[in-house]
């Protein structure tokens, strides 16, 4: 310690002697410096840099990312919501898009129901003053007119539900393809009472050709006239 006091004394005088600038001895101290101050002991006590608390730099650098992922699952939240809502309204508008169709479709059906039941009816009609008319003897043949009358009767019905059939689709509910499974039940129901009245009317025709057939080669020959 007295080498280095005794060192910058030397030094000192010597910035003297030169003309130079006085120099504070105590900048000359080297043990003046924070850094290389020494106690009684001699012992270097430096001075140690400050950090942080482990639990507090812990705090601070949890609290932004905490945070972070707060925002980050509150966006994620946002996103589905708004995909759902969108979701929901595109199903709507397809929904009520082909509200239009269906009930054109719906409609369509109707009237070629109803168009095909007045042929068949004009038809039967037809049928039986032909019967009358030419007194054909057909053994069944009132049983092959019940027949026919019955399958007529469960036409009309199909073809009255199908007409009165409510094809307004309700693109609130949950699942709007009930209502749209029944309009296909009843245009089924329709198409296949129809094609039974068109089959036992069929039956009933050529029950009658038959007669007329056989009636017509029964029937004696007409004598030819002319001179002998």
């Known amino acids: 310690m007295n080498r ?27 043990e ?3 850094i290389m101050r020494t106690d009684d002991t001699g012992t270097s006590n430096q001075s140690t840099v400050a950090t942080p608390n482990a639990e507090t730099a812990g705090d601070t650098t949890d609290e932004p990312q905490d945070n972070l992922k707060s925002q980050a699952q509150q966006l994620l939240k946002t996103e589905r919501e708004n995909s759902k809502t969108r979701t929901t309204a595109l199903r709507q508008k397809a929904c009520e898009d082909r509200q239009k169709g269906i009930t054109a479709r719906t409609k369509a059906y109707s009237n070629a ?14 049928v039986q003053a032909f019967q ?45 393809a009930a209502t749209v499974a029944t309009i296909k039940q ?36 007409m004598p030819t006239g002319g001179a002998q």
């Open 4 to 30: 280095f006091r005794q060192a910058a004394y030397a030094v000192a005088s010597l910035c003297t002697v030169l003309g130079l600038a006085a120099v504070p001895a105590s900048a000359l101290r080297v």
């Open 32 to 34: 003046s410096h924070p």
């Open 113 to 126: 129901a109803e168009y095909h039941l007045t042929v068949f009816n004009q038809i039967f009609t037809k």
């Open 132 to 176: 009358t008319s030419k007194q054909l003897n057909v053994a069944n043949y009132d049983t092959l007119v019940a027949g026919v009358k019955g399958k007529q009767t469960a036409a009309q019905s199909a073809v009255d539900a199908l007409k009165a059939l409510d094809v307004q689709i309700d693109c609130a509910q949950p699942d709007p």
């Open 186 to 221: 009843a245009v089924t129901n329709a198409r296949t009472a129809l094609q039974a009245y068109r089959d036992s009317l069929k039956n009933l025709i050529a029950a009658l050709k038959n007669a007329a057939t056989t009636q017509s080669s029964n029937a004696p020959n």
